[in-house]
């Protein structure tokens, strides 16, 4: 016989989320949001730590109107679509299921609303942004965005990142840096060069590192570059998915020039 | 003259479903849940252990706002389109009519719900799996999940069936596998192999000799093989049907891989 | 100059339908509901009953949501878009715009309801049924399907109807049963084996037949036989828009068997 | 420079809608409504009144959610999408967008109400009938109908005019029609053969006509006929957007049988 | 390190629109208003004066219903997709994203209402209108309409600006011109003759000359003229994203004439 299921100990509904807690959900610093997003590089490096740390499953979340009607068997234990593991003073967010456009404002705040109230001190937001010179790049860049000036000493730690010039962030890291600044949260964001519609392990690698710096966390990164081909096949149809949301999210927006430059 | 429509007795609604019952429902121990789903196994399972086991139509189910227009005529009695029978302490629940993506949480926690309130033990749910190689087996495998401890016991009794290792799934069975979960109903999932767009009464035959294991009902199956060709001719309508219904659910997602694997 | 406008005596909103009198309605002792459905049967059964009894214009029905914007004008007179007759202790509702899928369960539960607060003791839903074999009957059949025992009753004066030993029906009919057995209004449905999408008024003959056998109206089928033509051309464009409907409410579900067969 | 806005001096708001007066709106006997309707004939009858007898704008009628976000520049005047003009104790309503098919019936009750509550006694309905036939005519024929009796009376100053046989009204007419006989406001529809997508000036020549015999007004017609070409070319695009506007509402319904004849 | 994001010293919400101001908004005389609309006229205008004067952030609006999930990125600062800049007693308002046809409404009356109670004196709206011929012209023509006579004086001091003959204007500057009618807020619609679909900074150009005369600002326009290759490269995506929106809202309802005409 597989695992057992936990029984839920606590819940909460948030803006219509509801937060399932199979063990409670204290003291933890920092707050990994790996979402399916351009070249997977959050979902991946989500997917990566839990694996890696054998985080174990605390909260899942779940909105019967916003999401499709699923759950996810493995091994004989039933998980909800979007999920909170947790290791020590780190946990990490990840998702079964891309946030349909209609459900990101909502979703996002909700996830800042929730870390508040669990006292979490940074969410460290994981991402790619579209390099279309990605395939020429040895290393991709790592680069980061703070909410305040709290967050922004968390990057001071990361070697070789920067901050970009100047562009567009579309989708739910918007709304969560926004939420972030409202409710006096620290959020930092990190990105990386990365593939737009392939997942891009190698570009997940560069955020784990960055994250290892930040929480002390030591997460191998060989495996994951060692393990690259198996995931971009594994995850093919989770990039198809998350690529049709992210057309109707005006996800190419992020490819234009904003109106004002300095 | 034919049969004579029995009057409602007891009525109450449900998140805006209406239980309509024309006996009493008290006493019943395991509530077998079958809905048009791949290949129609779990619809073809409730119909086949409805007719052999002459259970009486006790409970329809109904709401304008979320089913088509629909009246089932049977020998000139009048039948609801969403229908409980019952037999000793075994029920079992089939629809005419497909449950459309918008209302499958609200049906969905209306079924667990008046469940509960009614004091049933098990919820089983009996559906196929998509296998793409359904053609090359010579008997479809079973497969099961359990919402709890007490739920996983039920299964015990069954030979020859595993937890499947990984996997999704789609549709009303995982609303009622999570309220379950939330409201402290035993829920058992019942999966067979199955062909996805064809009826496949055989993948059926393996659920109801799974459900004669459970509950001692001791249903045959012989007659369900012998009559295989007719009930795939009839139910071809439902199928089309029911293909469309998935294809708007998001069905397809059952045949990717979860992000976590182990 | 032509007809005067009667003036609104009473006015009554039920599920947001306005129910205008122009006379007060009392002492109706049968409602005959004739909606454009298959081959038009049951509107031509109400405007054959309406003309041979000159039936006098006692109530409109509208709701300007539900409905288009439209009156009808008649020799100077302004109608409702749906509106009943009556002579006698009958009644006949017709419309002249299909019901549309939306607005189909409010319109039902409002004709039942209205029927209950006015003392009408039966409601007859006269339509047709699709038969692919209509070109090679000499005359349609008669069919019946009763709401309850005393609704039965009346069929017993029928000669050559029969109960439908399998079927669905769908539309607002379905609904009128529904209600009729919770408001226990006795409601009995005719049906008549018709063309699906050309205008049937033989089957309509059937029909009244059917009626002046349970009422004991008297009304001549020989000139709806002789009209048949002209009739057929008059209410082309009305049976297409009511083909149009029917192909959004799910109508081709009628031509598919039920799950359950006995 | 050219003309100075007026003020608002007073303003109401019915079912959604916002009359705004800049002049008090008072004495006035007979409100002519002219809307794009088949051959713009209301529009061009309101349009010829208002320029012929050099009415002043008095109320603008404005909804930010059912009409487009619209301004009209009249030699340095701010006009409001939707205006009333006013000379003597006539009115003319004329609009530059069309009643988009969700927002008529709230449009034509709250005209109706508003006409109520001003005291006005005559709403007077201007429009076209489309006719096949219409080229072949030397001149275009004028019917009426009225509400009630003492909007027929009104009638019986008209020459040649009658009422027609039978029809279906569809559109805003329609609605301030049923609403002028629950309100008890007399409504006169003046309609006149007309092309269909044709803007037709003869045919608002024929209503105009009408219009001078009932309310003494004396417009000449002559000048609307000799600027027939001016006109059409003029409204064409308004044309095109009518024509839109009444497919969308089930325009051609009117050129059906309606289901009874006399 | 880039610069520093500030904090929320002050919010409001606004008919659905937050307001948060980083700095108090207070003493501002004329709020400029550049939304993306024809040839981006206004959106240059706005853009140019923002960088020409080193106008600081002082507040963002945002609405997480109306707006994509977005936030702009310079520099290792945070902006909101519509934001406020101040110099002065001067403010530009300039926006990231087309405002959708949906939100024109309750956006352009949250901007006259926060006007109106900062104490804003006037709204200068700066747009473009299309002009086939804008190709054959040296120097676009300057238009101007005003909301009142007090908005009509500032208007004095454009040399060679004319009031349009006549025309429609569709999108927000309508609705803020009714708005600032009824709510007494001074509005002043500057229009230059512009292209279509091809940003216009030459038309920018003329406008920003007539903002020169009326505020005192003394803002190069040489330099808009020689960057006006970059400007139209750089800005491009975002007119293809505005063209989409306008012919979503009505847009080509400017090119044709109204119904009246003196």
């Keep these: 016989m597989g695992l057992l299921n936990s029984s839920i100990v606590y819940s909460e509904e948030i803006y219509g989320w509801e937060f399932l807690e199979f063990e409670h959900f204290e003291d933890v610093k920092f707050m990994i949001v790996g979402l399916p997003d351009v070249g997977?590089?959050?979902?991946?490096t989500g997917m990566h730590l839990i694996r890696s740390k054998d985080m174990s499953y605390t909260v899942g979340i779940d909105h019967y109107g916003a999401?499709?009607?699923v759950v996810i068997m493995n091994r004989g234990r039933v998980l909800h679509p979007i999920r909170i593991y947790r290791s020590g003073d780190v946990a990490a967010l990840i998702t079964d299921v891309p946030i349909l456009p209609a459900a990101i404002p909502s979703f996002s705040a909700a996830v800042v609303e929730y870390s508040r109230r669990r006292g979490i001190e940074y969410i460290i937001s994981t991402?790619?942004?579209g390099n279309p010179k990605r395939l020429e790049q040895e290393k991709p860049s790592l680069y980061w965005l703070a909410s305040d000036k709290k967050a922004s000493l968390l990057a001071s730690s990361l070697r070789m990142a920067s901050e970009p010039e100047q562009g567009i962030i579309v989708?739910?890291?918007a709304i969560i840096l926004k939420e972030a600044m409202k409710k006096h949260v620290h959020n930092l964001v990190l990105l990386a060069d990365s593939f737009i519609d392939i997942p891009d392990p190698e570009a997940a690698a560069v955020i784990v590192e960055g994250i290892n710096s930040i929480?002390?966390?030591n997460v191998s990164v060989e495996e994951l570059i060692?393990?690259?081909e198996e995931i971009k096949l594994r995850m093919r149809d989770l990039m198809k998915e998350t690529k049709a949301v992210m057309a109707r999210m005006g996800k190419e927006m992020?490819?234009?020039a904003p109106i004002?430059?300095?």
């Design 40 to 44: 997977l590089v959050g979902a991946i």
């Design 67 to 69: 999401l499709p009607p």
């Design 127 to 129: 991402t790619g942004v």
């Design 171 to 173: 989708g739910p890291y």
């Design 215 to 217: 929480t002390g966390l």
């Design 226 to 228: 060692k393990q690259a």
């Design 254 to 256: 992020e490819y234009r």
């Design 260 to 262: 004002l430059y300095t």
